[in-house]
């Protein structure tokens, strides 16, 4: 049967028309980071095969690794396991039924960034 209020219906809303909110943003970026870490993963398996392929190609791969970019790539990829780490944290919290509130929720999702850039940075003070 054919539906003759097709053309009267409302749009469903999207993500022009709502507001982002820190809790929508943090889990955006929670699965932004689970996928980067797969990425930088699959970099130090590639970087252990070439150890294990041969010295010179071990060089070339080690060279990158070690340069700026290396440096640059490996101390993001620390923030977001950090952040990724406290975002599942919070996710298991909010399993139990507890700190669902908006306030609360608002304040987790501020520990959860400000607690990821506090422990990479004293991760690599310390290491």
């Not at 690794?65 to 599942?88: E, I, N, P, R």
């Not at 919070?90 to 850039?117: C, N």
Request: with cysteine.
């Amino acid at each position: 049967m054919a539906d003759v209020n097709r053309g009267n219906r409302p749009l469903s809303p999207h993500l022009t028309i709502y507001r982002p909110q820190l809790t929508s943003m943090t889990s955006i970026l929670t699965r932004i980071t689970g996928n980067a870490m797969l990425i930088t993963a699959l970099l130090i398996v590639w970087w252990f095969l070439a150890a294990a392929t041969s010295l010179e190609y071990f060089d070339t791969v080690n060279g990158i690794m070690t340069s700026w970019f290396g440096d640059l790539v490996f101390t993001l990829s620390l923030l977001g396991l950090w952040y990724h780490t406290l975002a599942c944290v919070r996710h298991l919290i909010w399993d139990t039924g507890r700190m669902l509130d908006i306030p609360t929720a608002e304040k987790l999702g501020w520990t959860v960034l400000i607690g990821s850039v506090v422990l990479t940075i004293l991760t690599i003070i310390i290491v």
